[in-house]
């Protein structure tokens, strides 16, 4: 049985006290390449306090974004009214998304793909409701590529993280996971965020694209 809320309060008020901050140093710029050359339809899962909406382009003609945890919906609620473009917030988990079948241009999941109970579960509800040919952009912090890092990142999710972090995996192959839900990666950039002589355990990074395949044919 799929889960039908989130409840993270201590979590989601740090998040929204730090996310900000964390923007100005440098996340913004990340926000602002995975939403570049977006249009129409658009639905954002996990949408969190809001921090994207200043960041679609004028060509998407609607955000429907879908958050679960109250504390953060409350607040993307004020930043949907600053958007300069339409974006309504609702409740709503990845694993039942409330809309139907191939209703959306694209699909956003930004830091939010490490903190889904169940990755392939949230990436077949993406799938569903992007339409063919459509488009799903992600930003996430995913699983080093140092063998290193990997295995703090192992000892880390096994443990504390998911608890400190409000369900947060630090070293999940999310490329890997949205490849097997059925979508064609057409952009990939790995990078480390931020950066440093030592690594943080979410410091390796993906930023891309990937298409729900057309009908019949390639994406
Ligand atoms: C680290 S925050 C990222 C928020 C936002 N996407 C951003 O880019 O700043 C993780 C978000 O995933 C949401 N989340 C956790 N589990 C979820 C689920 N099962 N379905 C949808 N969203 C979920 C959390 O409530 C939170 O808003």
Redesign the pocket.
């Known amino acids: 049985m799929s889960?039908t809320s989130?409840s993270?309060p201590i979590?989601?008020r740090v998040?929204a006290r730090l996310?900000p901050m964390m923007?100005r140093g440098g996340?913004a710029e990340h926000?602002q390449r995975l939403l570049a050359g977006l249009t129409g339809r658009v639905i954002?899962?996990?949408?969190?306090?809001?921090?994207?909406f200043a960041h679609y382009p004028p060509e998407v003609t609607s955000v429907l974004a879908?958050?679960?945890?109250p504390h953060?919906?409350q607040i993307a609620q004020g930043e949907a009214e600053r958007a300069s473009v339409p974006v309504e917030v609702v409740d709503?988990?990845?694993?039942r998304l409330p809309v139907g079948d191939a209703t959306f241009d694209a699909a956003?999941?930004?830091?939010?793909l490490?903190?889904?109970?169940d990755q392939q579960v949230?990436l077949g509800e993406l799938h569903r409701v992007i339409r063919p040919g459509g488009e799903l952009r992600f930003?996430e912090h995913v699983r080093a590529e140092t063998p290193a890092l990997e295995r703090v990142q192992r000892l880390l999710d096994a443990t504390i993280w998911p608890i400190l972090?409000?369900?947060?995996h630090a070293g999940r192959d999310t490329a890997a996971a949205i490849q097997a839900a059925g979508f064609a990666i057409s952009r990939l950039d790995r990078f480390i965020f931020p950066e440093g002589r030592v690594p943080f355990p979410t410091s390796p990074h993906i930023l891309g694209v990937a298409s729900r395949p057309a009908e019949g044919g390639d994406a």
Not at 108 to 112: D, K, N, Q, R, T
Not at 165 to 168: D, N, R, Y
């Open positions: 889960k989130v993270h979590f989601a998040y996310s923007d996340v926000r954002e899962v996990g949408a969190g306090n809001g921090l994207n879908v958050e679960p945890e953060l919906r709503g988990v990845a694993e956003v999941a930004s830091l939010m490490c903190s889904v109970p949230a930003l972090g409000g369900g947060c």
